[in-house]
């Protein structure tokens, strides 16, 4: 079962990986991780066998990560076996066996067991299905029962290779390095980079450029955790010399991203900004956002108190595979360029300051995508033109300072706007 993300100062989490189907629990990568029970390898008999123990909740869970995901597609090879025997005679208990996927598909059947031998169970998931990532246990299902089972040869479906990592190289900041506290990148060239005492929750790293210049990000699947960084308490880092936090991303399915800054002084406190809450997430390609620190201190958050930042979403019900790199704290809004150079001199804008309309055109690319905020971070509009040239309606607006940030193929451009 997804498990709601903690927000915790401290957060160590292990994620075991199995191999692929059928599973024996024969190597230790078969291990399964429990929330609210318990797991361990063992033996039966001189029989490698998993062993289950419910912790006497409702929703006590086993899960174990797919290496390969399991195609349940086809209806004639879509049926799952496997063994397990109760180990006291428990009567007859209801257990339940799901597989998870992206984020929202999922396919779930209940099973019983009675007495102690060891019992083989078929289930026939149906028509209609696809492939999943996650094997998913749960022992004596919706009951505060407790009970040990071992389990033993999971067999069935079809395994297919995973999606691959993302290969789309992430834009290469050009913030001057004198107005940066970097939190997390390596193609910036920053010199001044916050250290970390430790990290929480769950996150791998993923060369986005491979076979090139190496270009690092952060790789985080929010179906099973966030992932933070912090220093000890007490050890605090005052950032009231920056005025906004930067953050790159890339994702084909996040439903929920939250940019979290965390607060000690004596207590711990937590400020959020949301996708899509304060701006919409967009899909399929790096995006930039800079979020002005107002929005955090408006809150509350003491910009001399920074002590731990946190990516995470609200629950389980939030969910997608996110990418991130390029974390900063910067005096300005951000200019990243991508390998192919996209800058401010191949953006042209008239009239700015403006009462009704800005034109923005760029030199020889399409904008996909133009996104403007105000000064507190909330996207108040969002277009997707596919076209060098765009008008983009300003009467409705505020007068005041916007910040339109415009996406191509090339990369990405933050350019400042005033609606007079």
Known sequence: MKKII??????????????????????????????????????????DVGSITGGGLDYDTAQLNLVQNLDLSDDNNNTITFRIKPIEDY??????????????????????????DWQNITLDYGPGLGSYSLLVFFPDFESAAIGTYLVDDFAGGTNIA??????????????????????????????????????????????????????NTLKIDFSIAGYGEGTEPGTITDVSAYNYFHFDYWSS??????MILIEEDGAV????????????????????????????????FSLDKFFQYKLGTLSDLDTGIVYFDNLYFSVNPATNLS???FNLNQVTV??????????????????????????????????????????IDASNLNEGLYFATINTQNGSETIKLIKK
């Open 6 to 47: 903690q927000l915790l100062i401290i957060l160590t989490v292990s994620f075991n990986y199995a191999q692929v189907f059928p599973i024996d629990f024969s190597e230790p990568e078969d291990a399964m991780n429990c929330f609210d029970c318990a797991f361990a390898l063992t033996t039966d008999n001189g029989n």
């Open 339 to 341: 390998v192919k150079d």
């Open 91 to 116: 009567g007859t208990r209801v257990h339940l066996l799901k597989f998870e996927g992206i984020p929202g598909t999922e396919t779930q059947l209940s099973f019983t067991t009675t007495g102690t």
């Open 162 to 215: 995973p999606v691959p990592e993302l290969d789309t190289p992430s834009p290469t900041p050009s913030t001057p390095d004198n107005e940066v506290l970097s939190i997390y990148g390596d193609t910036g060239g920053f010199t001044n980079i916050w250290v970390s005492d430790y990290s929480f929750g769950e996150a791998t790293i993923v060369d986005t450029n491979p076979g090139a210049a190496i270009n």
């Open 253 to 258: 399915d996040a439903t929920q991203i939250r």
């Open 350 to 391: 008239y009239p700015n300051p403006t009462n009704n309309v800005w034109k923005v055109i760029t030199q020889n690319q399409n904008m996909s995508s133009i996104y403007i905020f105000d000064v507190l971070g909330k996207n108040v509009l969002s277009m997707h033109p596919n076209s060098n040239e765009v008008n």
């Open 269 to 300: 406190q937590e400020y959020f900004y949301e996708l899509p809450t304060q701006q919409s997430i967009v899909f399929n390609e790096w995006t930039g956002v800079d979020i002005p620190l107002t929005f955090f201190t408006n809150q509350g």
